[in-house]
Nanobody
Framework: QVQLVESGGGLVQAGDSLRLSCAAS????????MGWFRQAPGKEREFVGV????????LYADSVKGRFAVSRDNAMNTVYLQMNSLKPEDTAVYYC????????????????????WGQGTQVTVSS
């Protein structure tokens, strides 16, 4: 099983940018679809974005489309979430997750399909 560690969270003001990283160990990420999710206090965990194992397909939640960007560097075994124009409603703990699949352009927004999860990193956006 792959181990995932997120980093890059913090406290920012509305309109600022942050880049989250998700570093993997234990296995190469080349065979994993990688997703980003978030969970705000008192709310369920929700889908943010996902990138296929070959980087050829990317999908975003409507709430972040045009502001967030998912990318990956398989050589570095790392996935990124670039977050621009942050809003207070983006405040949450952000998690990366891995779904092992042989399908190079497979993407999914469903939490149940992900095998491994990181511990999360807090993002707080003040108004």
């Amino acid at each position: 099983q792959v181990q995932l560690v997120e980093s890059g969270g913090g406290l920012v003001q509305a309109g600022d940018s942050l880049r989250l990283s998700c570093a993997a160990s234990g296995r190469t990420l080349r065979s994993y679809t990688m997703g980003w999710f978030r969970q705000a206090p008192g709310k369920e965990r929700e889908f943010v974005g996902v990138i296929s194992s070959n980087g050829g397909r990317i999908l975003y939640a409507d709430s972040v489309k045009g502001r967030f960007a998912v990318s990956r560097d398989n050589a570095m075994n790392t996935v990124y979430l670039q977050m621009n124009s942050l809003k207070p409603e983006d405040t949450a703990v952000y998690y990366c997750a891995a779904d092992r699949t042989p399908r190079k352009e497979y993407v999914t927004r469903y939490i149940s399909e992900y095998d491994s999860w990181g511990q999360g990193t807090q993002v707080t956006v003040s108004s």
